[in-house]
């Protein structure tokens, strides 16, 4: 929509036939945005040839998790001038990588073609056209600008960056400490405690960034606190949810069950502790996360541990 909105010819390419039948005649999402108009020039295939072709951009949005395989089959249909936008927010289990560096890995089309767009950017409110902003980053500073101008909207505000490194980490951590307020929420805990877990969940996403040579500038910006603010503070957001649920006692097998879409940090938490880890980096509330989400320790028991850490000056 906002790449219509914009000036495009857009190309969307889904799975079921249904979705793009529903989305071709009656320019609605049912599934996924019911009661959203998409502009006239969305066009809906299966065909991931026929949405390729001729492609100066294609952005890829499914779960984390699938994109190595989904792009596997793409890789063959991109063409030579398209650049490729990921809008991903997570980071790849097994491998810890994130999405740009898989991207690169499988079409080898090099950095410059990958772009990254990353910020306070809920679904449903962009779709509603509420004024927002983001960060487009490349390391080619050109090919972010050409993107920057491609979907620039009245009510979207895109500003280009060279970091893809931060505004990538930016994104997946985001999620996991989304899922740690949601968790305090669910507790009755107020806002002296979320507001805790939001500052020091950036100070441990800045240390993560800065050993893997991100600009600590990036996580004071839109795709660090300005993301991490939009999801810890959204009954929107499906991390924020999906912890909430769990700090209000519900098992994860339920809290799955009642989660329709996708909530990156329950995968990408143990993807980013393992980013961690290999990189030395402690990030404690990360940790916690993982505890309660998958090795089911009560969230009481991970906030006590979380706070009888040794006392510390707040910079090191
Ligand atoms: N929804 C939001 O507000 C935002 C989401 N994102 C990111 O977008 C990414 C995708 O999330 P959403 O679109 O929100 O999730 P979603 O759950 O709303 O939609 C996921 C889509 O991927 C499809 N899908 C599921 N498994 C698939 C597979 N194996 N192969 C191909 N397609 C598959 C689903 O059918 C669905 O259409 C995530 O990384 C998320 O962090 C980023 C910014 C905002
Ligand atoms: O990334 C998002 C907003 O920018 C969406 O957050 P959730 O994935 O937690 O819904």
């Known amino acids: 929509m906002v790449l219509a909105d914009a000036g495009s010819q857009v190309t969307l390419w889904a799975r079921r036939q249904e979705l793009v039948d529903a989305v071709n005649t009656t320019h609605e999402n049912p599934d996924y945005l019911p009661g959203v108009r998409l502009p006239e020039s969305v066009r809906a295939t299966t065909d991931p040839a026929e949405a390729l072709a001729g492609a100066d951009f294609a952005v890829l949005v499914v779960p984390s998790q699938t994109l190595r395989d989904n792009l596997a089959a793409w890789a063959p249909l991109i063409e030579p001038q398209t650049v490729l936008v990921s809008l991903m927010k997570g980071i790849e289990l097994g491998t810890a990588k994130r999405m740009s560096e898989v991207i690169d890995e499988v079409t080898k089309v090099g950095p410059e073609r990958v772009a990254v767009v990353s910020g306070p950017n809920l679904a449903r409110e962009i779709a509603n056209r509420q004024p927002a902003a983001s960060v487009v980053a490349c390391v080619d500073e050109a090919v972010a600008k050409r993107l920057q101008a491609a979907c620039h ?19 997946a951590v985001k999620n996991v400490i989304g899922l740690a307020v949601g968790m305090a929420a669910g507790m009755g805990l107020g806002d002296n405690t979320k507001a805790t877990l939001i500052t020091r969940g950036l100070a441990e996403t800045t240390r993560l960034g800065e050993v893997l040579g991100a600009d600590p500038h990036t996580f004071a910006g839109l795709a660090g606190m300005g993301d991490l603010v939009a999801t810890c503070s959204s009954p929107l957001s499906r991390n924020n949810t999906f912890g909430m649920n769990l700090g209000r006692g519900m098992s994860l097998a339920e809290t799955i069950a009642a989660t329709r879409q996708t909530a990156e940090g329950v995968k990408s938490c143990e993807s980013v502790l393992d980013l961690a880890r290999r990189n030395g980096v402690d990030m404690p509330i990360v940790e916690a996360v993982v505890d309660v989400v998958h090795n089911g320790r009560p969230t009481q028991e991970a906030l006590q541990t979380l706070m009888s850490r040794s006392a510390k000056a707040e910079r090191r």
């Open 153 to 171: 909207t009245p009510y979207f505000r895109p500003y280009t960056n060279t970091d893809v490194v931060g505004c990538e980490l930016g994104g």
